[in-house]
Structures are given as structure tokens and as C-alpha cells.
């Protein structure tokens, strides 16, 4: 089951997740970057270049009381939180190194 799809300027992060099974994929533009195996949540750590930079991203699963949570950190900036409420889109300036914030309370 797809979990969550994240769009960060060319780069698109896909989680998904099959809770018979336990396991949890995490694609990169298609290409699959982590697979674990976890019932309660795990960390996934991959790097990603980005305009010819590396970029180390953590994308940590969890299950929570809305059920399969999951937060995104690009660099140590967090980009996406989970929490009670939903999901939360954050992509600061600093994370992006772009003048912009964009913030969404709702993913679909």
C-alpha cells in the first residue's frame, strides 16, 4: 500500500508498505533505494544527488494511533512530520536552499 509520494524539486520519494508482510519499500524517481523488513517502524537512510550534490535523506517509519506514520529528514531538516493531526509538508528555506516555505496539512 502506498503510504506516501513527496515531491522535492526533481526528486520524488515513494514509501510503501505491505503490513502482512512487514515489509517497506522506499523509491527515489522509480528507482528502489530501501527495503526492510519492520512491523513497528525503522529508518531508511539513502543519498540522493541533486543538481550534482549528494543529499542524505532519513525517512523514518512508525505506527502510531492513526495508523502508518512517517517523517522525512533532508540533511537533518526535517521535510515531512507525522504526527496526531495528519501529516505535515515543511520544506524550509534552509532544507531546500530556496527562498521559499510551502506547508500543507493534508497529503491524499
Known amino acids: 500500500m502506498k503510504i506516501i509520494v513527496v515531491n522535492i524539486g526533481?526528486?520524488?520519494?515513494?514509501?510503501?508498505?505491505?503490513?502482512?508482510?512487514?515489509?517497506?519499500n522506499i523509491y527515489v524517481n522509480e528507482a528502489l533505494v530501501s527495503r526492510k523488513f519492520s512491523w513497528f517502524g525503522t529508518d531508511h537512510i539513502f543519498e540522493v544527488k541533486e543538481d550534482g550534490v549528494w543529499v542524505e535523506y532519513i525517512l523514518t517509519t512508525g505506527f502510531g494511533w492513526m495508523g502508518i506514520t512517517a517523517d522525512i529528514t533532508r540533511n537533518g531538516i526535517p521535510i515531512v512530520e507525522s504526527g496526531r493531526q495528519g501529516m505535515h509538508l515543511d520544506i524550509s528555506n534552509v532544507a531546500l536552499g530556496a527562498p521559499k516555505n510551502y506547508r500543507s496539512d493534508e497529503f491524499v
Open 10 to 24: 526533481d526528486t520524488i520519494i515513494e514509501f510503501d508498505n505491505d503490513m502482512w508482510t512487514g515489509h517497506e
